[in-house]
């Protein structure tokens, strides 16, 4: 039996993956003077952590304190464009919701498997307010 690229992604990287749900956002409009953006939840499997202490010396040092968490996948999230208007993607993760700030394909191993590294931050209280139970 030949072993498949598809075969390693499945078993490797699958069993390290857990369901979440994940709100994406279509482009703002300005609807009686306020921006208003349609949306729609899906679940994505991703390995989420939070930052080490390498990361987080990384980041400059008014956002330290801003907690923030990071996830791997097999699927680019969406990270916020000001140029189009389009909110990054809201991931829901113990019972708190991180917007997406960037979403890369990052690192391979002995099989090329390939995944994506996307970094989160926390919202503030009220947005999470706004933001409701996911679906």
């Given amino acids: 039996m030949k072993f498949k690229r598809k075969d390693a992604e499945r078993i490797n ?3 390290f993956r857990k369901p979440y749900a994940v709100r994406r956002f279509g482009v703002q409009n300005i609807v009686g ?10 679940k994505a499997f991703l390995n ?3 930052l ?14 801003v907690k923030r968490i990071k996830s791997y996948g097999a699927d680019m999230l969406q990270s916020s464009d000001e140029n189009t208007g389009v ?15 960037s979403s890369a394909p990052w690192g391979y ?3 090329s498997l390939s995944h994506f590294e996307s970094m ?4 503030p209280p ?10």
């Fill in 33 to 42: 003077g306020y921006p208003e953006a349609g949306y729609s939840d899906f």
């Fill in 52 to 65: 080490s202490n390498h990361d987080l010396q990384s980041l400059p040092e008014g956002e330290r304190t």
């Fill in 13 to 15: 990287i699958n069993i």
């Fill in 120 to 123: 989160f931050v926390i919202l």
């Fill in 126 to 135: 009220d947005k999470q307010k706004e933001m409701g139970a996911p679906l």
């Fill in 109 to 111: 191993n002995l099989f």
């Fill in 87 to 101: 909110s990054g993607d809201r991931l829901y993760y113990r019972g708190y919701w991180y917007e997406c700030k």
């Fill in 48 to 50: 989420v952590q939070p």
